[in-house]
């Protein structure tokens, strides 16, 4: 319980913003705070953004996190096919394993209203207990996989902390259901 008397969150998450201009000052970082304020809506502790260059740094902010043992580490840019864009590289290089879904549904959600959300490269994967999920560098890419991710999300963290899926009564594997072990009726 928090001073005031409310649960504190149950998760935590960072959020990363991933540009060389921002980084260095050339402009106003504007997706971080949009994932700041998604993570938030969808009761997450958040710390950030951090806003690192491309490349190494973005290697060593997700050890950082991981090792900060963050629920969910959400990072916007350096998804794309530029030469500078090595996001997805550096988030390879951290993770103990994709999964692929959650790109491939964050495309997905891009796709209807622009084409060119199939150019992103963004990955997401399991890192010890840390969830870590690229999105893209635009405004309209990181709502999308705000969209997507509000669906999703916390259930994902749940697992990786061991829960269970939850599952209607009377549904396979239901408390109260007669099969031992309730798995899906097989054919004899």
Avoid at 55 to 79: F, K, Q
Avoid at 92 to 115: F, N, Q, S, T, Y
């Amino acid at each position: 319980m928090t001073a005031g008397g409310s649960a504190a969150p149950a998760y935590r998450a960072l959020a990363v913003t991933v540009s060389n201009r921002a980084s260095a000052g050339v402009y106003a970082d504007k997706g971080g705070p949009l994932l700041v304020e998604g993570l938030a809506a969808l009761g997450f502790a958040v710390d950030g953004p951090r806003v690192v260059p491309d490349g190494e740094p973005v290697e060593a902010v997700l050890r950082e996190a991981v090792a900060a043992a963050y629920d969910v580490v959400l990072t916007t840019g350096g998804t794309g096919i530029s030469p500078t864009d090595r996001t997805p590289e550096m988030t390879r290089r951290v993770l103990d394993r994709e999964v692929p879904g959650i790109p491939e549904a964050i495309r997905a959600e891009g796709l209807a209203k622009v084409p060119t959300a199939a150019l992103s490269r963004g990955v997401a994967g399991v890192a010890g207990t840390t969830l870590i999920v690229n999105l893209p560098g635009s405004t309209g890419g990181v709502r999308d996989g705000l969209a997507v991710l509000a669906r999703l999300l916390t259930h994902a963290v749940d697992q990786i902390r061991g829960g269970d899926h939850p599952r209607p009564v009377g549904s396979a594997g239901a408390v109260g259901d007669a099969r031992p072990g309730g798995g899906p009726r097989v054919a004899e």
